[in-house]
């Protein structure tokens, strides 16, 4: 009867000198689950709360995090439990279980992967498309099967070990993983089977696709301008980073379990550790200290500055965008003379207007891109800092040309003391602001820098100068 019962727990073997190391692997452990929970939560907090992060590239990376969170959760609380006990046992199903959520989540991050380098892909190679691949939807797809996949997947190995027949209760590790399809007392073909299937679909060829599309990117980086080699290197490296830690471990995973490697048992005791700690706190150590605008976010929320100083960029940004708003809404009614003004249209329609000769004849349609960047500069440094921004955007704006749009570089720049660059006279004027309308304009925007500058200037004294305003 002791026996029947006895049938199913299954007992780690997999630690080293537990009894004299017990309390200090509990003190550790304790503090690195502490930590991951702190450090994954957090950035997770950010992307979630920030609106500037709701972009697809930082969705994809809180997917990934809040995977590492999961995963821990199914390991460390019973490899808590597990330092301070006697016996390190568990239930086979509650091993079952631990393993279901390790693979299936754990093979959700090739996908995840997958998905970021498609996304790194769009961006960089084609900037013009993006916003119209990588929409909400779209992502929210690229995550619901990311998820759904593996666990469809992993959910018909688990129900046929639940089936069979245990001859071995000592698992040599210290949390359940592939290793338990060595206690079955005969191995399943079904299972050898599927698992090849799996190994295939969930980590080889998303593995392929990774490297194939960061292949092309960095190849097109190479032949693109500096700024495009920069923004590539600056988003990219992380995830190749990941990519690689992850990859890694799971050859480790796959070389251990499935090909039964003779290792001794210290090295597979520090091997499986690291699969819990190394790559849980990888994860946010590279998004937050690489990835620029999670990485000042985080500064925000842990070191936040008394005062915000530095100049009110974005409040003369917000009057040269009103500004140009009422450009376009005169430009959509009749002038005085009675010549229409410039058509704008919704991408998709059609712009009717009456010609002479062909009185519903629709007008073709003109596609214009404005490239419009604000430049603070000394004002001795404005031709130099027009030129830099001008090359910046050439090679943007000769894509957009390519695409069939008619695209123009506007760097407009303006200076302290209520100062306004002849860049920004040229821009309305393009926009259709002529005359008096112009001049008052102008008017408007060198009011709104001369009250940005005198901000700056009752500032001078702050103690936090150079902090990023709330």
């Known amino acids: 009867m002791e026996d029947e019962l006895n049938v199913t727990y299954i007992t780690f073997d997999g630690y080293v000198d537990l009894q004299k190391y017990r309390y200090l692997y509990f003190l550790i452990m304790f503090a690195v689950y502490m930590l991951i929970l702190c450090c994954n939560s957090s950035i997770v907090y950010l992307i979630w709360t920030k609106k500037t992060l709701h972009e697809p590239m930082y969705v994809f990376i809180a997917a990934l995090?809040?995977?590492?969170?999961?995963?821990c959760s199914a390991m460390y609380p019973k490899l808590l439990v597990d330092f301070l006990s006697e016996k390190q046992i568990i239930s086979y199903s509650a091993c079952l279980l631990q393993f279901y959520i390790y693979y299936a989540i754990g093979s959700s991050e090739f996908l995840l992967l997958s998905g970021m380098a498609y996304d790194r892909y769009v961006?960089?190679?084609?900037?013009?498309?993006?916003?119209?691949i990588m929409t909400k939807t779209a992502v929210s797809i690229i995550l619901f099967f990311a998820w759904l996949i593996p666990a469809s997947h992993i959910a018909l190995p688990t129900i046929l070990s639940a089936q069979a027949k245990l001859c071995h209760f000592t698992l040599p590790g210290i949390f359940c993983n592939n290793a338990i399809y060595?206690?079955?007392c005969v191995q399943s073909k079904v299972i050898s089977i599927y698992g090849v299937i799996g190994l295939i679909d969930l980590a080889i060829l998303p593995f392929l696709f990774?490297?194939?599309?960061?292949?092309?990117?960095?190849?097109?980086?190479?032949?693109?301008?500096?700024?495009?080699?920069?923004?590539?290197?600056d988003t990219c490296l992380p995830h190749l980073l990941v990519l690689i830690s992850f990859s890694s471990l799971s050859a480790y995973d796959i070389s251990i379990a499935r090909l039964e490697s003779n290792f001794p048992k210290t090295a597979r005791f520090i091997m499986m550790l690291q699969i819990v700690l190394y790559h849980p706190l990888l994860n946010p150590l590279i998004y937050g200290l690489k990835m620029k605008e999670i990485s000042k976010h985080l500064k925000r929320l842990f070191c936040p500055a008394k005062n915000g100083t530095g100049w009110q960029h974005n409040q003369v940004l917000w009057k040269l965008v009103e500004l140009l708003e009422k450009c376009r809404v005169a430009a959509n009614t009749s002038s005085g003379n009675g010549t229409p003004g410039v058509p704008f249209v919704q991408p998709g329609e059609s712009q009717q207007r009456p010609m002479a000769g062909h009185a519903n004849e629709p007008e073709t349609r003109r596609d214009v891109v404005l490239i419009i960047e604000l430049n603070v500069p000394w004002e001795e440094g404005i031709p130099a800092a027009h030129e830099l921004k001008w090359l910046k955007y050439s090679e943007l704006a000769a894509e957009c040309r390519e695409a069939g749009w008619e695209a123009s570089i506007h760097p407009v720049e303006v200076g302290c003391r209520g100062f306004v660059g002849r860049s920004v006279?040229?821009?309305?004027?393009v926009a259709g602001t002529t005359g008096t309308s112009l001049q008052r304009a102008i008017k408007e925007l060198a009011v709104e820098v001369e009250r940005a500058s005198y901000w700056l200037w009752l500032r001078r004294r702050d103690s936090q100068w150079g902090q990023t305003p709330q």
């Open 425 to 429: 006279s040229q821009l309305l004027q």
């Open 182 to 184: 060595r206690l079955q």
């Open 123 to 132: 961006s960089i190679c084609k900037p013009l498309q993006y916003p119209t």
């Open 65 to 71: 995090l809040l995977n590492s969170v999961i995963v």
């Open 210 to 233: 990774i490297i194939f599309t960061y292949t092309k990117i960095f190849v097109i980086a190479y032949r693109s301008c500096k700024e495009v080699r920069k923004k590539a290197a």
